[in-house]
């Protein structure tokens, strides 16, 4: 597609209730990235997907977080068993290349509240 | 490990006042260093970016120049317009991902 789209764009969700956020990257970048956007706290990231590379998975929060990438396109990010301090806005980026000198493009983000 | 520190907004000013917003990091070896912004409701866009020491990252009137020395890559604009009123990010580029600041949100009154 020309951008990066990612669905839904706000969920409401109970505490405890599991959530699954989508990430669909533009066609032909190989590197896939989830940040988290928290009020004052800036974009802390989550993880990273290279090709068919190992993800890195190093800045994850907890283990109630997982995310997967298939045939190395879509990326689903998901959140088990949700807490409050989960409420923020979830972007994911793509970039043709790996490299920080290629810039990312991010989507618009998914604004999860956890109520 | 890598950090970049940006000073606290918000930053409010008229419409074609002088625009600086600060941004020093700390970082191994030598990263590239990006300006993103944030419109109200959409996601971030690369504003300006810096691949070396001494380069200058321009775009749509906005300035950057990435010093070594100072650790610095502030933001300049000569005169800011209302549709600059966002949220400004700035970046620095590790081998594989970004670290960003906490961001810098503008307001700028007509």
């Known amino acids: 597609g020309a951008g990066v789209s990612q669905s839904p764009s706000n969920k409401v969700t109970e505490k405890g209730k599991d959530v699954e956020l989508r990430c669909d990257p533009i066609?032909?970048?190989?590197?896939l990235y989830w940040y988290r956007q928290s009020l004052g706290q800036g974009l802390e990231f989550l993880i990273y997907?290279?090709?068919?590379?190992?993800?890195?998975k190093s800045g994850l929060p907890s283990d109630r977080f997982s995310a997967e990438r298939t045939g190395g396109s879509v990326s689903t990010l998901t959140i088990q068993r949700t807490q409050q301090e989960d409420s923020a806005v979830y972007l994911c980026?793509?970039?043709?290349?790996?490299?920080?000198?290629?810039?990312?493009?991010f989507g618009s983000g998914t604004r999860l509240t956890v109520v | 490990g890598d950090s970049v520190t940006q000073m606290e907004g918000p930053v409010t000013l008229s419409e074609e006042a002088f625009l600086t917003i600060n941004c020093t990091y700390t970082?191994?070896?030598?990263?590239?260093l990006f300006w993103y912004v944030q419109y109200p409701g959409e996601g971030l866009q690369l504003l300006l970016k810096?691949?070396?020491?001494?380069d200058k990252g321009s775009n749509k009137g906005f300035e950057a120049t990435y010093r070594k020395e100072t650790t610095s890559f502030h933001l300049e604009k000569g005169s800011v317009q209302v549709s600059d009123s966002a949220v400004y990010f700035c970046?620095?580029?590790?081998?594989?991902?970004?670290?960003f600041g906490k961001g810098t949100m503008l307001l700028v009154s007509p």
């Open positions: 066609s032909g970048h190989t590197a």
């Open positions: 810096a691949t070396k020491a001494d």
């Open positions: 980026a793509s970039s043709l290349v790996e490299g920080q000198d290629y810039g990312y493009t």
């Open positions: 970082a191994t070896g030598y990263p590239s």
């Open positions: 970046a620095l580029g590790g081998y594989s991902t970004l670290t």
């Open positions: 997907f290279q090709g068919n590379s190992a993800p890195d």
